[in-house]
């Protein structure tokens, strides 16, 4: 296993098309999150799952975006109908249970919204 | 609420030379800290953590940092810097009950000049 892997790694899309992302997790790596990274700035905690089950959203996850991990393993990150105001890195990180745990991230995938 | 502040913007600092990038948390109780370095358009990468015991951690790449609670402050150092250290620098603090889910500061840009 090389580490969390995200895909696509660039994104360049047209205001109000629908785009989707992947993270493969660590695979024994039961907690997934995703952020969201704007120039300038550093990462914002959006959402997590332990294993397939969401825990918990951010006020910044607008009712645009959903992300799903279906099976506990692979996740997904669906923004509908992008704004400009999307435009940012989204980073995907994954851990191992328990509070003691550093979380590993991704490469990133980079939105441009047009 | 916890929060990180990261006071530099921008350091340069000249190859060969010390470094130290500062980190100022805000946390109810001893908080879990680390500190991430990421390459342009890269994700993060882990530098060092702080859980509990020692409050002087050493990390990779001849990184170190020191957690003083009394000035919940958690500063990073390097005592000679090299040109590939030029990158930018995040200090964050995760939630006690999970780690992996952190507030992270606005970061540190640093410079390294020949």
């Known amino acids: 296993d090389t580490g969390v892997s995200q895909d696509p790694r660039h994104k360049i899309t047209k205001r109000g098309q629908n785009v989707t992302f992947r993270c493969d997790p660590i695979s024994e790596h039961n907690r997934l999150y995703w952020y969201r990274q704007t120039l300038g700035q550093g990462p914002e905690f959006l959402t997590y799952?332990?294993?397939?089950?969401?825990?918990?959203k951010s006020r910044l996850l607008s009712d645009r975006f959903s992300a799903e991990r279906p099976k506990g393993s692979f996740s997904t990150l669906e923004i509908q109908r992008t704004e400009q105001g999307d435009s940012a890195m989204y980073l995907c990180?994954?851990?191992?249970?328990?509070?003691?745990?550093?979380?590993?991230f991704g490469q990133g995938t980079r939105l441009t919204v047009v | 609420a916890q929060s990180v502040t990261q006071p530099d913007i921008h350091i340069t600092v000249s190859e060969g030379a010390s470094l130290e990038l500062r980190c100022n948390y805000s946390y109810g109780a001893t908080p879990y800290l680390f500190w991430y370095v990421q390459s342009p358009g890269q994700g993060l990468q882990l530098l060092l953590k702080?859980?509990?015991?020692?409050?002087l951690v050493q990390g990779i790449k001849g990184f170190e940092a020191e957690f003083k609670r009394s000035q919940s402050s958690f500063n990073l150092r390097k005592p000679s810097v090299h040109w590939s250290d030029a990158a930018e620098y995040f200090c964050a603090v995760g939630a006690r009950v999970n780690a992996g889910k952190s507030t992270f500061g606005d970061g540190t840009t640093l410079t390294v000049k020949p």
């Open positions: 702080y859980f509990s015991g020692d409050t």
């Open positions: 990180a994954s851990s191992g249970d328990g509070g003691w745990v550093e979380a590993f």
């Open positions: 799952f332990q294993n397939e089950a969401q825990l918990e």
